[in-house]
């Protein structure tokens, strides 16, 4: 079961800066049995649970999460799996199973690392996925939209004329 999860400090790079692993990652494959986890901080919340922001450290430092030469960062996703069914709860893992797969396929697809069903009071299961320190795709598409909408207001233009589409269209 998961417990309390303590919030730890830990140094997050600034929106638009890339880590300098990254470059790395096309080789690095951790798995939940060879690092350890420090929890930083919410990334986001949904319907069936949550996603963490996560150092992993190798436990073959000694687990020391304070080295940044030996430290990178995934996105830790927990869904809640108790309320549903066996029938459900295996078709979760399917999922997981593909997330898996499609990743390694495909470089344009975020990681999946590994997965994990933890059993217990609270059934959950856990993705370690690539962290996109970017953010997603549909906060990207909403943040430009608003800029061309703010930006076409305080020029006097309607939002359609700013992007370039005819009006009323």
Known sequence: HLGRVDILPCRVHAMGEVPAESAQLDTWRPCFQ?????????????????????????????GDVSSPSSSRFVALKRAAVGGLSEAASGKAVEEAQLLLRLGEENPHILRCFDFRLLTGTSPTLELMLEYAPLGDLSGRIRHHRDW???????KGLTPDASTGLP???
């Open 167 to 169: 009006e009323g269209e």
């Open 34 to 62: 060879s690092v350890s986890l420090q929890v930083c901080r919410l990334l986001g919340r949904g319907a069936f649970g949550e996603v963490v922001l996560a150092r992993i450290t190798p436990q073959s430092s000694g």
């Open 148 to 154: 061309v909408q703010s930006a076409s207001i305080s």
